[in-house]
């Protein structure tokens, strides 16, 4: 599995994997939202501001995602 790292500079990224069975949009988009709070609440989301700024740092969230792998 290769890993993208959009965050140059952050030390020790965290990640998230989980298997899920069939679920909606709907339920992926809360999974997503949930996600996301996780990291604005965790030391990354400090040094994420610090290095790049509140905005860019809360753009940068938005692209933390719940993709679904096919096999």
Known sequence: MKKLNKLKGIEKPCGLHAIIGEDSPADIEALEKRYQENIRNSPIFDEMVKK????????????????????
């Open 52 to 71: 790049f700024g509140k905005k860019k740092a809360e753009e940068l969230l938005k692209e933390f995602k719940v993709v679904e792998k096919k096999d």
